[in-house]
């Protein structure tokens, strides 16, 4: 038997830490086990042009169970066309016997199923539900939307914050153009949408710390992101490239992990090459600055 929440659970920030610890006291509490059960993907996917999750369903997964839950991952497709009344009847043949969520939560078929809902009909299906209010800081509801704001705007060191942890990127290598070794800097390309659909942060360079598959040591390095728009390409796509500080080992088809610390300047159409090489030697000085 189980107490459960449920949600896409993106970032696993402050608001949701709250409501998944209530779910551990409340298991513990009324003999239960805690179940997180997770989806892939909120709504937005799918109808309101969503920019991008924060973490992958893997990692997210990972977060909750660190917290000491079981997770179930479920696609928002294989649900949206069942009713709010379904939905607790699959609850309840699934063992659970007590509901934790949000003041916002909402389920089944159009969202119809809510709050007042279950604190209405949740004791036919026998169980019980907790509702929490909303987790503010300075007046604001620490929210996964909050959080994406923050990282398009650059403000990388409030959206850590929020996430009580650093924000990271993830993906295997892949080979490019060689534009960055041309240029004495040469980048790791990393596919960080190679599995799902992540956020791209504010275009710009970023101070970051990253681990790369099967190398123990830590490597600091400058993120870029963005169109390259000093360069001509036949399709202007967001890259992701690292430049690793004081590496020179390939590492094409390798799986790395981004941390991403500081947001560091925007980015610049130059009029040249030689523009770009004086702007990255700036950056790698500032980067210096700041690391050691």
């Known amino acids: 038997m ?14 949701h830490k709250y409501i998944l610890n ?11 086990k805690p179940l997180a059960i997770m989806l892939r993907y909120p709504m937005s996917q799918y109808v309101n042009g969503f920019p991008g999750l924060l973490y992958p369903s893997w990692e997210r997964a990972k977060f909750i169970k660190d917290l000491g839950m079981e997770v179930e991952i479920i696609d928002m497709q294989n649900v949206w066309n069942i009713t ?11 063992g659970v016997k007590y509901i934790v969520c949000g003041e916002d939560f909402k389920f089944g078929r159009g969202a119809i199923g809510d709050t007042r809902f279950l604190l209405k009909h949740a004791h036919r299906y026998d169980m019980k539900v907790q509702i929490l209010h909303d987790l503010k800081e300075k007046g604001n509801r620490i929210s996964s939307t909050m959080i994406r704001n923050a990282i398009k705007k650059g403000n990388i060191k409030l959206a850590n914050k929020m ?3 650093t924000w990271t990127l993830e993906g295997p290598v892949y080979e490019d153009r060689h534009i960055g070794q ?4 040469p980048t790791a390309n990393i596919d960080i949408r190679f599995k799902e659909d992540i956020i791209f942060p504010k275009y710009g360079v970023y101070l970051v710390k990253g681990k790369i ?16 728009p000093t360069y001509f390409e036949n399709k202007k796509v967001p890259k992701v490239e690292v430049f690793f500080i004081d590496f020179d080992y390939n590492i094409y088809n390798k799986y790395v992990k981004i941390e ?7 980015e ?14 700036e950056d790698l000085r500032n980067a210096r600055e700041i690391i050691y």
């Open 163 to 165: 996430l009580e942890k």
């Open 213 to 228: 598959e099967n190398i123990e040591k830590e490597y600091w390095g400058l993120m870029n992101v963005g169109v390259r």
């Open 84 to 94: 709010h009344y379904k939905y607790l009847e699959i609850l309840k043949e699934r």
């Open 182 to 185: 041309k240029l004495g800097f």
């Open 260 to 266: 991403i610390i500081n947001y560091m300047r925007e």
């Open 268 to 281: 610049v159409k130059f009029k040249n090459e030689t523009d770009l090489i004086k702007a990255m030697n």
């Open 22 to 32: 209530k779910n551990i006291e409340n298991a513990k509490s009324n003999d239960l």
């Open 2 to 15: 189980y107490s459960v929440a449920v949600g896409t659970f993106d970032g696993v920030h402050k608001g």
